[in-house]
């Protein structure tokens, strides 16, 4: 079975501080997506950014940047510079194969403190 | 304008109630989606559409009755619905459903009382 782990429930950083969410994935595929999205109070979900399981260059967009480890199953995401904006629910997902359905983690809660 | 959007935000409603959520997108998308969102739980995919044909019921109840008159128009029509139901439903399109990246809306906070 394909599954998604975020182990950390809660996290909380300073404002302008970087802070690195965690994410682990099971699966055999060997072609897939992930992807990090971000829920705020407004509940609407917002995708941060996205990985193609065949490239190798980590991706980033502008302050968020993932550590993807093939080997691993592991796609962590870095915040740089964190602003209060950025607390939110912040959601892992995968998509593999054929199947395109979206596999999603629990969930960390992220606090950005001012 | 937000690219997906839902109607009503809030929604409260009994259990011999029959209601109708309503979900809209703006993106050109041929593929829509409802997932249920509760507290402790991942997000659940209920239902998918694309191209206005219905592509996938994830062993949701009967109670739950989707309608896609439209590539851009989806709904959840809710009768007889138990308070274990209660969750935020969240609707969310995409290019067609062989590509995951999803857009969404804010959702719809249904109690069932």
């Known amino acids: 079975a394909q599954t998604v782990t975020q182990s950390q429930p809660e996290m909380s950083v300073q404002e302008a501080e970087t802070v690195t969410l965690s994410c682990t994935y099971d699966?055999?595929?060997?072609?897939?997506?992930l992807f990090w999205y971000k829920q705020p109070p407004s509940r609407q979900m917002i995708l941060v950014i996205r990985?193609?399981?065949?490239k190798q260059q980590n991706a980033t967009e502008n302050r968020f940047s993932v550590n993807f480890q093939k080997a691993a199953k592991s796609f962590s995401l870095k915040i740089s510079d964190s602003q209060l904006g950025d607390t939110a629910m912040y959601f892992c997902?995968?998509?593999?194969?054929?199947?395109?359905?979206?596999?999603w983690g629990l969930g960390t809660s992220l606090a950005v403190n001012p | 304008e937000t690219g997906v959007t839902q109607t009503p935000r809030h929604l409260v409603m009994g259990m011999t109630n029959k209601k109708s959520l309503k979900c809209e997108q703006h993106l050109g998308h041929n593929a829509m989606y409802w997932y249920k969102q509760s507290a402790k739980k991942p997000l659940e995919l209920m239902f998918v559409?694309?191209?206005?044909?219905?592509?996938e019921n994830n062993s949701v109840p009967s109670r739950f009755s989707p309608e896609c008159p439209n590539s851009s128009h989806l709904f959840l029509h809710l009768h007889t619905l138990q308070p274990e139901d209660s969750a935020l439903y969240l609707c969310a399109s995409s290019q067609s459903d062989r590509i995951p990246e999803a857009f969404f809306g804010q959702g719809t906070r249904l109690t069932v009382v």
């Open positions: 699966t055999s595929e060997n072609n897939y997506y």
């Open positions: 559409y694309n191209f206005k044909e219905q592509t």
């Open positions: 990985q193609e399981a065949y």
């Open positions: 997902a995968f998509c593999a194969g054929n199947n395109r359905k979206l596999i």
